[in-house]
């Protein structure tokens, strides 16, 4: 029933209990239609205009992963080209010294053959002596001028890789300066979104500053990691399957004792044999302070279904154990979220991350970096939402870990 027919009856039940009725009644029920409907029109422009700040926000924080995987990205890049460049530079100054002394020597061979020739050779090798000792002189010339061509050809081989490697460097260093360039311009659009996301969570948090309204919103978006949940576990169902009959395959041939399990068999028995009782058995995704206890309350009668571990941002969030992603993707409430299917109905999730690292379909390994912690999703500081699920029902992760 809506707020307007409720109002309608209190209105008529009032007129009927009165004895008297006035002429201006016919207007006072005008003017609540009208107030109910102005209220009615106030409610579905609130509404929409959360709906449009919550896209705003999952663009704002898509934009800001992406421009902070470009500037890793571009750094791993720089970091390599100042390698490269200082490598160059030090071939460089390498050659120059070759060069130098090349020269030199050259210049030494060249004085000293002018010397001999101006004394001796010429006179030999026109006089008509052909005595043994010409001969051994006209043959030690040849020698000297083989010898002074193949230090010209040395010299002329490393000036020219002088050249190559002079001109290397400069595209490298032009690389370098057009990377540092657009580095520097990814990084103010980063401090732009983290300025227009602060302003869409202050608008957000004055749209629901009522308890009962941010109460909706947090049974909403527990509501929608419901169902993306379900969907991503349906549409995983087949892969499941396959993997469920592979398994099934490799326990038969276990029951030969002869039989030992390659590196494949073993992962995809780990990815599948679930997480087992809890035993405080598996390290946490990341090392911080819980904020948020499983249980405790959250908001009106709604409880926390998971842990809440605050961290520095930009922390790896790792994997507790072997398992396959089904869900990384932006959540309402929740940011980024990475969800990992571990079988036998066993599934981890770990959410408010500034980014995630693997894609639906990747398998993973215990202490496997996943995410980055960050503070999507709209949260204030950063941190990690941690969750374990056995057959869709929420548990206490705290007995699983360390």
Do not use: C
Request: avoid cysteine; proline fraction near 1%; hydrophobic fraction near 35%.
């Amino acid at each position: 029933m809506s707020i307007y027919q409720k109002l309608l009856i209190i209105f008529f039940i009032g007129l009927m209990n009165t004895p008297l009725v006035y002429a201006n009644d016919n207007k006072k029920l005008e003017s609540l239609r009208r107030s109910i409907v102005e209220q009615e029109k106030r409610l579905a422009q609130q509404t929409k205009k959360r709906t449009q700040l919550i896209n705003d926000l999952k663009d704002q924080e898509t934009e800001i992963a992406n421009l902070l995987t470009s500037i890793e990205k571009k750094g791993l890049t720089l970091k390599k080209l100042a390698k490269e460049i200082a490598s160059l530079i030090k071939q460089i100054d390498d050659l120059t010294i070759k060069q130098q002394q090349q020269q030199d020597e050259l210049s030494r061979q060249l004085e000293s053959a002018f010397k001999l020739g101006k004394n001796t050779n010429f006179k030999l090798i026109f006089a008509s002596e052909q005595s043994e000792r010409n001969e051994r002189l006209i043959t030690y010339f040849r020698y000297i001028n083989e010898a002074r061509q193949q230090k010209i050809n040395q010299l002329h081989e490393t000036q020219l890789q002088l050249n190559e490697k002079k001109d290397a460097l400069q595209k490298k260093q032009t690389t370098q300066k057009n990377l540092h360039n657009k580095q520097k311009q990814e990084q103010i659009a980063l401090e732009q979104n983290h300025q227009k996301r602060q302003k869409t969570i202050n608008s957000l948090e004055s749209s629901m500053e009522k308890n009962q309204q941010k109460l909706a919103q947090l049974k909403e978006n527990e509501a929608k990691l419901q169902a993306k949940i379900i969907e991503a576990e349906r549409e995983s169902r087949r892969i499941a399957e396959e993997e469920a009959r592979q398994a099934r395959n490799i326990q038969e041939k276990q029951k030969n004792k002869n039989y030992t399990l390659n590196a494949d068999e073993r992962a995809l028995m780990a990815r599948i044999s679930g997480i087992g009782k809890p035993e405080h058995q598996y390290r946490w995704p990341i090392n911080g302070t819980i904020a948020h206890q499983f249980g405790e309350p959250l908001q009106g009668e709604l409880r926390w279904k998971g842990l809440v571990i605050n961290a520095k941002d930009g922390t790896q969030v790792k994997a507790i154990t072997d398992g396959r992603v089904i869900l990384a993707s932006w959540l309402q409430g929740y940011g980024f979220v990475v969800a990992l299917e571990h079988g036998k109905g066993d599934m981890s999730l770990y959410g408010y991350n500034q980014r995630v690292l693997v894609e639906v379909g990747d398998s993973v390994t215990t202490d496997q970096p996943i995410a980055i912690v960050g503070s999507s999703g709209g949260q204030n500081t950063s941190g990690l939402y941690f969750e374990i699920r056995r057959d869709g029902k929420a548990l206490d992760p705290s007995g699983w870990l360390k």
